[in-house]
């Protein structure tokens, strides 16, 4: 997703860009993108530095490495993040940040791969309203729907809740689709009353076409699914929510990845009960 973002703010003004695999740079620079090859330069260079890794470790590592943003960062420069990662680690690194006279902005997306190509996400900003007002135009490059929700990591507390509701919408799609093939019902009537009645939903949709085409490549992969759904229910547990059904779910789906999925699309779960696990029958 980062590199299709990337591409469409290189559309509007030149752009500085670092990778830890080059090789997927090589297409941004082809198209005008000035390379850097550690966070550090990269930071050396920029007064706004956009991040989108995989997970906490990840980003520490950008951040605090021996070559990363914090060795190169000019004062006043803004870091805004745009990954998927618990806000307690947020808070950690912009306070590192503050430390060298700059400003932090979380930022995660949501809207996938379609989304991030044509410009189209959702984008959720905790931050300071001067830092939110000084992002937001570049931040129309990319999305469709731009929301200040609130303070330093607020943007990623809103991302994890509304993760949580996706995966949990996702399994009882799996179930009900599975159950009622199981129960020698056909798809295209399950589709019917499914799609057009109370059983709607985004996850329903994307998991219907999968199905279908039996095609389980990843667009969101189990793993990055899973990492997220974690950090949703420690959420909870730091802040003393219940979470009953999320609490419920996450050992479901944590199974699930241990049986072999953890690489396939999140959509796989209705792969479950064809799988050999304890739920095939």
């Known amino acids: 997703m980062g590199q299709r973002m990337a591409r469409n703010l290189l559309k509007h003004q030149p752009i500085n860009i670092y990778n830890r695999t080059k090789e997927k740079g090589r297409d941004l620079v082809d198209q005008g993108a000035t390379w850097y090859d550690t966070p550090k330069d990269l930071a050396r260079a920029s007064s706004l530095i ?15 490495g021996d070559h990363g943003v914090l060795q190169g960062i ?28 700059c400003w932090w902005a979380d930022a995660p997306v949501t809207g996938g791969d379609v989304g991030a190509e044509n410009g189209t996400l959702t984008i959720m900003v905790g931050a300071r309203r001067q830092d939110f007002e000084r ?8 999305g469709q729907r731009i929301l200040h929700v609130g303070e330093l990591g607020q943007g990623q507390t809103l991302k994890l809740v509304s993760n949580m ?15 009622a093939m199981n129960r020698g019902l056909g798809l295209e009537d399950i589709e019917t009353v499914m799609s057009f009645g ?9 998991m219907l076409e999968r199905l279908k085409k039996n095609d ?22 730091q802040t003393e929510f219940s979470a009953d059904l999320g609490r419920c779910a996450l050992p479901l789906y944590q199974e699930h990845a241990e049986q072999g999925f953890r690489d396939e699309d999140e959509s796989s779960y209705i792969k479950r009960w064809n799988s050999g696990g304890r739920h095939s029958s």
């Not at 992002?135 to 990319?142: A, C, D, G, K």
């Not at 109370?198 to 994307?206: G, I, N, P, R």
């Not at 389980?216 to 547990?237: H, M, Q």
């Open 74 to 101: 000019q004062p006043d420069s803004l870091v805004l993040d745009h990954s998927t990662l618990s806000p307690k680690t947020t808070r950690e690194m912009a306070s590192l940040v503050e430390g060298k006279g």
């Open 198 to 206: 109370s059983a709607q939903s985004y996850e329903l949709t994307k």
């Open 50 to 64: 956009l991040i989108m890794v995989t997970d906490d470790n990840a980003l520490r590592d950008v951040i605090r």
């Open 135 to 142: 992002i937001e135009p570049y931040l129309r490059q990319m």
């Open 216 to 237: 389980y490549t990843p667009g969101f992969s189990v793993a990055n699914r899973l990492k997220d759904f974690r950090l949703a229910i420690e959420l909870a547990e």
């Open 165 to 179: 509701v996706s995966s949990l919408n996702l399994m009882a799609a799996a179930e009900g689709l599975q159950f």
